[in-house]
Nanobody, 120 residues
């Protein structure tokens, strides 16, 4: 069975950190672009970060540059989003997506989503 399972969300104070994980099962992350999306209440889903398998390029939304880092561990077949210096506007449901080889073109597998709440 092919699927991706997320973990790592929660409640954190402004300025805090969280690391989201997305474990892939039944397929290898080696061959695909990996993505993180988020959806805040009342807003459209936005692409937060992506790492391309085609050329190794990495994308970050302007709002998270310098604070978030996307990565993957091929030995664990797991992708991560390290989020530092979190702000209240980072609150939302975060989802991983895997597919294609270039960023934001194709999505074959989605995680179930995990809630991140940044609040004092």
């Amino acid at each position: 069975q092919l699927h991706a399972v997320e973990s790592g969300g929660g409640l954190v104070q402004p300025g805090g950190s969280l690391r989201l994980s997305c474990a892939a099962s039944g397929f290898s992350l080696d061959y695909y672009a990996i993505h993180w999306f988020r959806q805040a209440p009342g807003k459209e889903r936005e692409g937060v970060s992506c790492a391309s398998s085609a050329d190794g390029s990495i994308y970050y939304a302007d709002s998270v540059k310098g604070r978030f880092t996307i990565s993957k561990d091929n030995t664990k077949n797991t992708m991560y989003l390290q989020m530092n210096n979190l702000k209240p506007e980072d609150t939302g449901v975060y989802s991983c997506a895997v597919g294609g080889s270039s960023c934001f073109i194709e999505y074959d597998w989605w995680g179930q989503g995990t809630q991140v709440t940044v609040s004092s």
